[in-house]
């Protein structure tokens, strides 16, 4: 379905929700005053709306988001408990958003939703937030997180872990009539050198640098506030525990950077970006174990990314879409070109 359509549907049961939830107005500080509730964005599986009270100008505001189908999980409950037990440990450190809400019954609300402060801010702009980019992540990357309380998923073999993902994206792809026979050659011919690339994966477990990794910084996963000189990161629900290359790789990976108006980085970019990220990062002797990381992470992440998006893509060929975005048809397509995935090739599966 449509997503404006899909948010038409919501709304009126969102704003039900939020006028009888006696202790969602509490917990907000809405109580008896009137709210604005407006439709906000939309992932892949979810969809966000803004909450807000149009009385007090200076009030603050709200999103409220909730799971219709899960991503990484076996159930979109998981998916939000998951996310806003992330958003819990990051509290206050100014990375993301402050989790204030959580409802996992499906009782009033037919979804898991979860509550957090509104972020003001544009999307990123690869010409202008490298550098606000990078501290986020250095300091993001520094943030230490117990066994005990660690509840992040554990990353151990990003390598292994990477290839299965993208094999059961590209399974999809190779299995739809629809699909594209020289899209699919090409697609199998990663998955052949990859499985020959995972054989690297023994370094990156014998020197390891790891930590809390958001996994997901498409562009329209970053907030930038100008006026603060800052970026922010949203959407948790992949984050993980593991080799901090991960992050850094999905940043730097030509495939997530091209849905932003078909750019791609220069290599000027990219020495910029990890030069301000190494600057800022706390413990400066791991530099040359990180990069070494990244050399050895970023094709796979260039797979998973490339092989998503034909699993995307069959959704929207079988019409099988349950969040239909009309941009987000268009970036799959692109990360389908042949000419791209020719590129592709050359940089990172041609040996």
């Given at each position: ?14 704003a039900r929700y939020v006028a009888e939830n006696q202790s969602l107005r509490e917990i907000l500080d809405l109580k008896a005053k009137p709210v604005s509730l407006t439709f906000l964005a939309a992932g892949e599986n979810n969809l966000a709306f803004k909450l807000s009270s149009p009385s ?93 309380k660690n509840h992040l998923l554990k990353n151990t073999h990003p390598l292994t872990l990477y290839y299965r993902e993208s094999l059961r994206f590209a399974q999809k792809y190779l299995d739809c009539m629809k699909g594209d026979p020289l899209v699919k050659r090409i697609l199998e011919f ?162």
């Amino acid at each position: 379905m449509d997503v404006y359509q899909l948010a038409h549907q919501f709304q009126p049961l969102l704003a039900r929700y939020v006028a009888e939830n006696q202790s969602l107005r509490e917990i907000l500080d809405l109580k008896a005053k009137p709210v604005s509730l407006t439709f906000l964005a939309a992932g892949e599986n979810n969809l966000a709306f803004k909450l807000s009270s149009p009385s007090e100008s200076a009030s603050p505001a709200w999103v409220l988001r909730f799971c219709l189908i899960p991503s990484r999980w076996k159930s979109n409950v998981e998916q939000i408990a998951y996310e806003y037990k992330t958003l819990e440990y990051l509290k206050g450190l100014g990375i993301t958003a402050e989790p204030c809400y959580l409802d996992l019954s499906c009782q009033r609300f037919p979804y898991p939703l979860m509550g957090m402060t509104f972020l003001p801010g544009r999307i990123l702009n690869y010409d202008n937030d490298l550098a606000r980019c990078a501290r986020i992540y250095a300091q993001l990357h520094a943030v230490t997180i117990s066994d005990e309380k660690n509840h992040l998923l554990k990353n151990t073999h990003p390598l292994t872990l990477y290839y299965r993902e993208s094999l059961r994206f590209a399974q999809k792809y190779l299995d739809c009539m629809k699909g594209d026979p020289l899209v699919k050659r090409i697609l199998e011919f990663f998955i052949r050198k990859a499985e020959i690339k995972k054989d690297q994966e023994p370094y990156l477990l014998s020197q390891p640098v790891n930590g809390i990794n958001h996994i997901d910084a498409t562009f329209n996963n970053w907030l930038i506030d100008e006026s603060q000189d800052r970026a922010y990161l949203v959407d948790w629900e992949w984050a993980e525990y593991g080799t901090v290359a991960g992050d850094l790789s999905h940043f730097l990976c030509p495939t997530l950077v091209y849905r932003h108006n078909r750019y791609i980085l220069s290599e000027e970019q990219r020495i910029f970006f990890l030069k301000t990220y190494f600057d800022y990062c706390p413990d400066k002797s791991r530099e040359a174990i990180i990069l070494e990381h990244l050399r050895l992470v970023l094709p796979f992440i260039v797979l998973r990314s490339t092989t998503w998006a034909a699993s995307v893509m069959v959704d929207y060929l079988e019409g099988t879409k349950v969040i239909e975005r009309p941009e987000s048809l268009r970036k799959v397509k692109a990360h389908l070109e042949l000419d791209f995935l020719e590129w592709l090739k050359k940089q990172y599966f041609e040996d």
